[in-house]
């Protein structure tokens, strides 16, 4: 299996509060994304990153923000969590353009 | 980036064949066919891809239509194991990487015992 840990696995925090979620490779991978995953929505990408302090956004990336100062971390940042950001969040890691290896998820609830 | 359409659910016996189709009518010449899957509060995992001819690995064998505009993935002896959602995803030979890949719902295959 690709080595990539998703911390936490779980979290519940309430509105208004700052979240960090964190996404730590073992693979040397260049590129790493962040993706939501909602009943009735398709994987949607948040922001993605190219490289160590190289981001862009995503689809879906109002409200988050990310950074990236190791090759091998990628935060995810919720500055001020709302209820609509409760979600079950996916980080993953590639080479290039190549096989996408997930991990294992964060379940987020905001109350 | 071109769109996938898949059947929302289908079923199947354990140790029967599965054909799991997927259409992409506007499909380019440089777009590869990718199949992941996701198992129960799992992330997904890459299964198969194929660009003009058909493809065998471990896991599954993908058929591409002569016209591209088709798929089946094809999952020989189907296990419980195999329960999970099945997504198909069309991605350009030419991207640099993966920021363009649209998921949709993909297909959801429950097996039977």
């Given at each position: 299996d690709a080595g990539i840990t998703q911390s936490p696995r779980h979290k519940v925090t309430e509105t208004g509060t700052p979240v960090t979620l964190r996404c730590h490779q073992?693979?040397?991978?260049r590129y790493m994304y962040w993706y939501r995953q909602d009943p009735g929505h398709g994987l949607r990408l948040i922001h993605y990153s190219y490289g160590v302090k190289d981001t862009d956004k995503g689809e879906?990336?109002?409200?988050y923000s990310v950074s990236r100062s190791k090759t091998e971390d990628f935060l995810l940042t919720l500055e001020s969590a709302t209820s609509s950001q409760t979600s079950v969040y996916f980080c993953a890691i590639s080479e290039g353009g190549g096989e996408l290896f997930f991990g294992s998820g964060t379940q987020l609830s905001v109350l | 980036d071109a769109k996938t359409t898949q059947p929302n659910s289908m079923e199947s016996n354990e140790e029967e064949p599965v054909h799991l189709p997927c259409n992409?009518?506007?499909?380019?010449?440089t777009d590869y066919i990718h199949w992941y899957r996701q198992l129960p509060s799992q992330g997904p995992e890459y299964v198969i891809h194929g660009l003009t001819s058909n493809v065998n690995n471990r896991m599954a064998s993908l058929a591409i239509a002569e016209d591209r505009k088709s798929s089946t993935l094809i999952l020989h002896r189907a296990t419980l194991r195999d329960a999970a959602v099945y997504y198909c995803i069309l991605r350009d030979v030419?991207?640099?990487?993966?920021?363009?890949l649209i998921w949709g719902l993909g297909t959801s295959l429950a097996v039977n015992p």
């Open positions: 073992t693979e040397n991978h879906v990336s109002d409200g | 992409h009518s506007t499909i380019s010449g030419g991207a640099g990487n993966n920021r363009k």
